[in-house]
């Protein structure tokens, strides 16, 4: 069954579309890398590239002069929520996430 996979990523304005196509959910607890390169949807690589850092993160130097892509690129985040709901028929998943090593 495919899943639509997304990450909320606090501070930005919309949920960030992982993959159309999951077949396993990672668990609350379990932690991931998100590389906005290879996100197949344009819109969710676009909004990754063009919102600064420090919108969502700590500010300082380093997040000041980065964007929010280019910052997950170097960290892990951590599931610390999980909610379910369909569109269109289909099940979606939204991961909250935190970071957890930078």
């Given at each position: 069954?495919?899943?639509?996979?997304?990450?909320?990523?606090?501070?930005?304005?919309?949920y960030?579309?992982?993959t159309?196509?999951?077949?396993?959910?990672?668990?609350?607890?379990?932690?991931?890398?998100i590389?906005?390169?290879?996100?197949?949807c344009?819109?969710?690589?676009?909004v990754l590239?063009?919102t600064?850092?420090?919108h969502?993160?700590?500010?300082?130097?380093?997040?000041?002069?980065?964007s929010?892509?280019?910052f997950?690129k170097?960290?892990?985040?951590?599931v610390?929520?999980?909610?379910?709901?369909?569109?269109?028929?289909?099940?979606?998943?939204t991961?909250d996430?935190e970071?957890?090593?930078?």
């Amino acid at each position: 069954m495919n899943i639509l996979l997304y990450a909320d990523i606090p501070g930005l304005p919309e949920y960030v579309l992982l993959t159309r196509k999951a077949v396993t959910v990672p668990a609350i607890g379990d932690r991931l890398r998100i590389n906005a390169d290879r996100l197949a949807c344009k819109f969710s690589r676009q909004v990754l590239e063009e919102t600064p850092a420090y919108h969502c993160f700590e500010r300082n130097e380093r997040t000041e002069s980065m964007s929010v892509g280019d910052f997950l690129k170097e960290c892990e985040l951590t599931v610390s929520g999980r909610e379910w709901s369909y569109e269109g028929g289909t099940p979606c998943c939204t991961l909250d996430v935190e970071v957890v090593e930078w």
